[in-house]
């Protein structure tokens, strides 16, 4: 987002083991220890951070074994997650190219480490469909670990890296996902589908998946390079049941698993293209924030209470943010 205060500290982490040092330097210093990869998704309070970052400057991707339907491919938690996507398109077996599994997430920002995280997810697909492992630095028993996928309680938008004791404990140093031979099947998320339907693409290989969806996001959500934004800056509602029916009965649209498009409850709300304190709500995707003139964290905080107030008087739902906070206000 372009604002907040500095960090005290930053250590670029190069090698796995450089963490135990950082670790060290932060003990010594009795400061606390947060870890960023791009740091696309995380927003810096006014106050700065009174801490050490660690930013994740592993690299390497790898194959690590295959046989005949599947593949693991694993990627050192500093790589872009795009790269790790444009890699599973391309690689080929000797039989086919292009693994199924992870295309759908395709020009996500940030970095592979991040992915589990707050398990990452667009277009039908979320990391933790084809995860496999990470290992991680674990800070509090002081050593590297493999965790499977199983022991992370991963979840939308969520995983025990961003909740409870988890939050600050790890250092996530590599991601292995699990690629399949077979490729993705309709009927494809909505969006997705239509692109597909309207330019009559009946073959859909990882890398036609991967070519569709990075047009689609070009065409509804700004680039990160060009303009301050965290991607979807609030999380989509999620309804129980009665909840849903409920909302139904107002003609408010309610997907599968109870999902409230929080997009569509901005725009309904009539904030769509709006500009509050100097950040706008996006005029292509409203759950998009986008930097224009905001000239600290103290205007976000006054215009995200704008758009969650809109929403609440209109439909009654509380928006959450979606992307992470660091430091004093
Ligand atoms: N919609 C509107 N107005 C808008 C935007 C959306 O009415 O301005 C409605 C439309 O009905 C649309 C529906 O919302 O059909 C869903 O919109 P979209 O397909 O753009 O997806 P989303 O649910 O709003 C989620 C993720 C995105 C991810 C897309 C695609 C969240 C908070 N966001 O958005 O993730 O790219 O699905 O799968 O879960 C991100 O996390 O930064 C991010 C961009």
Redesign the pocket.
Known sequence: MRLGGAARFVIEIEEDKDLAEAYHFADEKKLPVYVIGGGS?IIGRDGGYNGVILVNKLHGIYVIDSDEDTIRLCAKSGELLDDFVDYSVKLFDGEQFGFSGIEALSK?PGTVGAAPVQN?????QDIAQTLHHVCVYDYKDNCFKKMMASELNLGY?RSIFNTGDGVGRYFITSVTVELHKHWMKPPF???LQAYFDERNITEFSPAVVREAVSAI?AS??PDPKEYAS???F???VYLNEEEAEAARAKDI?VWDGG?V????L???AGL?GKEFYGMRVSD?????LINESAKSYADLAKARQAVIDAVYEKFGMTLEQ?PMELGDE
Do not use: D, Q, T
């Open positions: 998704n996500i990452v997810g667009a277009y039908g938008r998320y909505n969006s996001r509804k959500l965290s991607g979807s609030f999380k989509n649209p999902k498009p929080c997009g569509w901005i725009e309904h769509k292509k995707a409203a759950l998009v979606e």
